[in-house]
């Protein structure tokens, strides 16, 4: 039987915060980014691929302000602007990598499945949302917003910019839609992309219906939740750094190349990753293996390639 | 063996042109067109569901305008604008249907697959672009444009707008891909939803890459090709006339509940059809039968419950 491994991409590797964000410009960093993962297929690994949406949803939210603006065009909520984001980026995933497999000589499929990822409506997160989104308003606008949507606003400063902007909460993900269909798929040689942005968020409401959720979920922690559900055997985190570092970018830095569980609880008691940034990834994969998956790795996309690079976290150290 | 059947919504069952398009409108709107696609599914029918993409796709558009306009976010082009609809359509769709089968108790899995749709980049189509797309224009915008990205444009005079308005290639399809998967998933029982809008239009270059292609695709002409190639039984387009007519609207009308290929290939001949809008249904329902499928059937969505109703097409009269 082949390994099956789930990749989850992240924003950036797609479109960068320091690009204007043209097609051309996300064509090639997607391409660029998915050639790191023909050493993965080499090895006959079957394939999910999940990736992040922060900058396109970003870009969404801010065309449909202007829309409405402009030409009063309403304004989709939430989960409709991921699942249009789903659809955008899998789109230009799958026609990237159908040209990186031929290129290579590859014969597999590739297919992206809109997918819809449900949290729990009395989710904590839902009284607390701190996730920034949208554009930047003032405080008349944001005031306004409030009373006439129901937004929640935080102030924000940041470099020269100030002002009010929307925050959502971040939900954990409890299950995901179609995972028997991505099962299926993948157990054929597929290569699925799925559960992008973090999933489409939806709730199951008392009548047990599915409805949209005005929320964003964690990608790592969606991509997480599904190579649980469908059995992969290991869990991949690509960003922007080959290893995970304890007390990063200080004198006694230290380099991460294996992790067990029981340093891992202990350490992120300890605070030792970023908050807002390496603690969720180390979750997500913490959250893999104690659910049964065998390998977790955080790395760079570049890295993929050489398997002494990337922090590997599994339940006990190996040897 | 369940039968298989093929049914293309118009882009009116899901977003209607006297509406505003908010949320709230396309669900209800979704939903109700659903409801009809309940009768076949309790006859244990196999389906996909192929959509139109009209309103949405032009609401897109004009964000993308505003968002540069507003905030310098680059516009995607047509083919992206695409796949962001058959995102957020299919999510509605997935959403709605899931629902409907809940209500009326029947256990189907439903799943969107984005669907890239193959055109011939030597289809002359691409030498005379028709679909008009977009917000209209002044005349200069218009010549600036045209320079600054190649676009084409056509006056427009509607009611008391005029301007200019940019035009694109209606290329006809020619292959599906995924189309391996789709059948696959739809023989399980799956409900699939595919082909969105046309399909995300793609050609395929002399190197052998898949490419973006800035065109649209009849949406009734690539949920037919898809009908032939996963060997569906029956071919719906469900629009907003119980029966297709000839001479509409004149003394002479006449209802037709049947057609055979030949009187077909006549009435077509002689333009009995509206060119601009049932004679492309009809060309691709006949493309469907000539293609080895059983029948293709023209009418209302609320009549789909009734065998009585609608245009059925089949190479020869049946007793």
Known sequence: MNKLAVVALGGNALLRGNQKGTIEEQVQNTTDTLENLVPLLKEGYNLVIGHGNGPQVGNILMQHDAGEQMYTIPQMPLDVCVADSQGAIGYMIE?????????????????????????????????????????????????????????????????????????????????????????????????????????????????????????????????????NRIKADEFYILTDVPYVYINYKKPNEKKLEFLNKADTDRYLTEGMFGEGNMAPKIKACLQFIEQGGHKSVITEATKLSDKSYGTKLTLEYED
């Open 95 to 227: 026609r990237s990598l159908r040209n990186v497999l031929r290129k290579h000589g590859i014969n597999r499929e590739v297919c992206c499945v809109v997918t819809p990822v449900v949290v729990d409506k009395n989710d904590p997160a839902f009284k607390n949302p701190t996730k920034r989104v949208g554009r930047v308003y003032t405080k008349e606008q944001a005031d306004e917003l409030a009373v006439s949507r129901g937004w929640v606003f935080k102030e924000e400063v940041k470099d020269t910019v100030s002002g009010w902007r929307r925050v959502v909460p971040s939900p954990k993900p409890i299950g995901i839609m179609n995972e028997s269909i991505i099962e299926q798929l993948v157990s054929q040689g597929v290569i699925v992309i799925a559960a992008g942005g973090g999933g489409v968020p939806v709730y199951i409401d008392e009548a047990g219906n599915v409805c949209g959720s005005e929320a964003v979920i964690d990608k790592d922690l969606a991509s997480s939740l599904l190579a």
